[in-house]
């Protein structure tokens, strides 16, 4: 048995990793000359650093992470607090805060004035239980009021992260399930980790190195061209080196993007929809006990980090901020992040990274377009965040994507999703 998985994102890594950690037979192909896809790491000439493409957050809860992570001996390289601690700055007055959810499932801090939002009391959470419940097909702004200030300062900023689309717009459905995941399991499962030292070193590498070690092969810079269809079962690969057949045992896990996926299988609905995301990075050292991160209400950025040897911004939904000068960009984001360390001083070297399809746009309209892992071909599955992993484009969703398809191909023809589960 021998299956083919196509593409080295985390989508397919995680398939190739679950796979040969039950014993079949991976190959590997990567259209690029790096894995990673999304979440990569490379030197920066400019900065003269090893930088992250973007700034990618998970949570402690996040169960395909840990999953992942404990599969290919990279526990250690998720760094964050002990406590679930999210700092806010609001640029438009200068006041600052900290959320801080109590570590179990029952949230007495929202009675407590120094753990919620300024100007909110208990009541107003009262809202977060309207995302809490099932609301198939509709959006945020159907089912809560998207004003005042527990939206302003906490809600909007929080959903534009976890859905990379207008909060208003976004599919309350896949709002809720992070929220059910995280901070409604209380802080202990909502506690940020960031990869450390880098996203390669925590995601990538190791995973690479675990398969090598497990007898994968590793095809990197090969593309897939087409796949060869025959009746119910996929019969070859082509690749730009030749064509691949599949035995009768053999199966390909497709963990591309979905407008790759679209043109090796016409008629396969899929998210045609996209949003985009900005990262800055500047060489800067944080000043000393800097926190790791810092939301912003208010400004160019939505996330400030603080690495060892540099700072970074993210910005959500950045559509507006695409075809913006570059000096003038990197200009106002600065401005954030100085404001929020107390810097001064010109503009440091700075590499603006615009991830212009990052996401698909998380409406209920696009949630709607997303396929399931099986195919109508019995060896051929899929994976990727833009799959119905029943979450957003979250890297949760591209390790649990992956984990689906890598069961149902071990599992072989006929088995149903819920028993390759």
Not at 24 to 31: D, Q, T
Not at 409 to 419: D, K, L, R, T
Request: proline letters at 8%; hydrophobic letters at 45%.
């Amino acid at each position: 048995m021998t299956v083919h998985v196509a593409g080295a994102g985390l989508a397919g890594l995680a398939a190739a990793v679950a796979l040969a950690g039950q014993g079949a037979r991976v190959v590997l192909w990567e259209a690029a000359k790096q894995a990673g896809g999304r979440c990569r790491s490379y030197h920066d000439a400019q900065l003269g650093m090893v930088i992250d493409n973007g700034n990618h957050l998970v949570l402690s809860g996040n169960p395909a992470v840990g999953r992942y992570l404990r599969a290919i001996g990279a526990e250690h390289r998720l760094a964050g607090p002990e406590q679930a601690t999210y700092p806010f700055l609001d640029r438009r007055d200068g006041s600052r805060w900290a959320l801080r959810p109590n570590d179990g499932p029952l949230p007495w801090w929202v009675f407590s004035g120094s753990r919620r939002v300024p100007g909110t009391g208990p009541g107003d959470y009262l809202a977060l239980a309207a995302l809490l419940r099932r609301h198939p097909g509709r959006r945020i702004g159907d089912v809560m009021a998207c004003q005042g200030p527990l939206w302003d300062r906490l809600l909007r900023p929080l959903l534009v992260s976890i859905l990379n689309t207008r909060p208003e717009d976004g599919d309350a459905d896949l709002a809720g399930a992070v929220l059910r995941e995280s901070l409604a399991k209380g802080g202990l499962a909502s506690r940020p980790r960031i990869a450390t030292p880098t996203l390669d070193a925590a995601f990538v590498a190791p995973a690479l190195d675990y398969l090598r070690a497990a007898g994968a092969e590793i095809r990197l810079g090969q593309r897939l061209r087409g796949l060869r269809l025959e009746g119910e079962r996929l019969g070859a690969l082509a690749m730009a080196e030749g064509t691949v057949p599949l035995g009768p045992a053999d199966s390909l896990v497709l963990a591309v993007p979905p407008w790759v996926a679209q043109e090796l299988l016409p008629g396969l609905q899929a998210p045609d929809d996209f949003r985009p995301i900005l990262n800055a990075h500047f060489a800067a050292t944080p000043p000393p006990g800097a926190p790791a991160m810092v939301g912003l209400v208010g400004g160019t950025a939505d996330w400030v980090f603080a690495y060892p040897d540099r700072l970074s911004t993210t910005t959500s939904d950045a559509g507006a901020l695409m075809e913006r000068d570059t000096e003038a960009l990197a200009a106002a984001l600065w401005q954030d992040v100085a404001a929020t360390h107390g810097l001064s001083g010109p503009v440091p070297p700075c590499r603006l990274v615009k991830e212009r399809r990052a996401t698909f746009a998380a409406t209920p309209a696009q949630a709607a377009r997303r396929p399931k892992a099986r195919t109508a071909w019995q060896n051929l599955f899929l994976a990727g965040d833009w799959t119905d992993t029943g979450l957003p484009a979250t890297i949760e969703g591209a390790l649990r994507s992956g984990e689906a398809a890598a069961a149902l191909a071990f599992a072989g023809p006929g088995a149903s999703e819920a028993a390759a589960a």
